[in-house]
């Protein structure tokens, strides 16, 4: 039986991680495999129902009360959709997954990287991605592409701009210390140059 692929995207907002897993999904279904293409938040039908939550509610919403949700979504996420698909051999590509938690929620300052990390294990039951791309780029260079872009600003993406260099150093902690998972790569590049950078590192496990 043909084993199944687990690649995340990650990176700031703005960097360019849909464009990218979209090019590899074609790529890999061209080669004949089955592709799941999904993201977090909201890569289930009780995580859509997340997503507006923590993408659009008004007001605040406590920062454990969110890494809950997050979690719960997560949750939900690996074990009707991430698990099955690895089980029946497709390969799954995927915008965003823990590490954005531990990004995001950890960059608030409030909560712990560690215990965010490990709230968001548990809730996987410890499922990681054969391999995490890390979309690398300089906030301020991601926003004018998102203000380019004339869509309205989400809860995250509103944050100010410390928060957001701060995520950016949290995302290349994370692939440091895991440098055998993380595949990272500067998002300032052309696209079409980058889906090849991606490729090269993808064909080696397909
Ligand atoms: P995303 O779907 O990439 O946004 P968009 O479709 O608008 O580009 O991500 C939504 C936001 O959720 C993004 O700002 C990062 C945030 N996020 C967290 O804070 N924690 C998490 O665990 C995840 C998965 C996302």
Do not use: C, N
């Not at 993201?39 to 007001?59: K, Q």
């Not at 391999?131 to 690398?136: A, I, R």
């Not at 780029?137 to 100010?160: C, S, T, V, W, Y």
């Not at 957001?164 to 994370?174: G, Q």
């Amino acid at each position: 039986m043909t084993e199944g692929l687990w690649i995340t995207f990650e990176g700031g907002d703005g960097s360019g991680k849909s464009t990218q897993a979209a090019l590899l999904a074609e790529w890999i279904a061209d080669r004949g495999r089955a592709v799941v293409r999904t993201r977090e938040p909201g890569g289930s039908e009780v995580g859509v129902l997340v997503r507006d939550i923590v993408l659009h509610h008004r007001g605040d919403i406590a920062p454990r009360a969110e890494a809950l949700l997050y979690a719960a979504d997560r949750a939900h996420h690996v074990a009707t959709v991430i698990r099955p698909a690895l089980e029946r051999g497709d390969v799954v590509i995927q915008d965003r997954y823990l590490d954005s938690s531990v990004a995001y929620q950890g960059a608030g300052r409030v909560l712990d990287a560690q215990q965010v990390r490990d709230l968001s294990l548990w809730a996987a039951d410890g499922a990681l991605p054969d391999l995490t791309v890390l979309l690398d780029i300089d906030p301020m260079l991601a926003r004018q592409r998102l203000d380019a872009d004339d869509k309205p600003f989400d809860r995250l993406e509103a944050e100010k701009a410390d928060f957001h260099a701060r995520v950016r150093e949290a995302f290349l902690a994370l692939a440091a210390a895991e440098p055998q998972r993380f595949l990272v790569v500067d998002a300032t590049l052309d696209p079409d140059d980058l889906a090849v950078l991606i490729r090269a590192r993808v064909a080696g496990l397909l």
